[in-house]
């Protein structure tokens, strides 16, 4: 008989968090990717920044704020999961077989700690490097819409 690494209730709860998890980062990633998008095209319409730079800053914006998007997420996704085992009686069938709560919360924290890792190193470090990127990625293009403001054969004034 093959030994299973996680027992079963665990490998339940924590397949069914990661799960919820990962459903409810990717809708509100998606939401604030449109948000984001439609804010920068409305930069790109008032000429404030050219078109090629949206998407990388689009990308930069999503990797900033999904370092501090995960905690709540991850807490959102616990709620629902635990929710649901108490709203299908599926904690009071475990208690009935004498699984307590220790179980159930031992496998929401195997989720939490990659979760917490994950967070943090995005924390920590990317988002510093993606607030550099931000900042070169505008000042450059800054630079080329003040000299767009040339036309060819007058001289600046000083």
């Known amino acids: 008989m093959k030994r299973r690494l996680l027992p079963i209730i665990d490998s ?3 397949g069914q968090t990661l799960k919820v998890f990962g459903a ?12 984001g ?3 920068l095209l409305g930069r790109v319409a008032a ?5 090629d730079v949206v998407l990388p800053l689009v990308g930069f914006e999503l990797l900033r704020v999904l370092g501090l998007l995960m905690p709540p997420a991850f807490f959102l996704a616990v709620l629902y999961v635990i929710g649901r085992m108490y709203r299908d009686s599926e904690m009071t069938a475990l208690a009935t077989c004498r699984i307590g ?11 939490a700690l990659p979760v917490a890792i994950a967070s943090g190193v995005l924390v920590m470090f990317l988002l510093p490097l993606a607030n550099q990127w931000i900042d070169v990625l ?6 080329v819409t003040e000299l767009a403001g040339i036309s060819a054969g ?3 004034s000083r």
Do not use: Q, W
Not at 24 to 35: G, K, M, R, Y
Not at 138 to 143: E, K, L, P, V
């Open 12 to 14: 339940y709860v924590l």
């Open 24 to 35: 409810t980062v990717l809708v509100l990633l998606l939401a604030l990717f449109a948000f």
């Open 37 to 39: 998008f439609v804010r």
């Open 47 to 51: 000429g404030s920044i050219p078109v």
């Open 101 to 111: 709560t220790y179980r159930i919360y031992r496998a929401v924290f195997a989720a």
């Open 138 to 143: 505008r000042n450059a293009r800054s630079d």
């Open 154 to 156: 007058s001289t600046p």
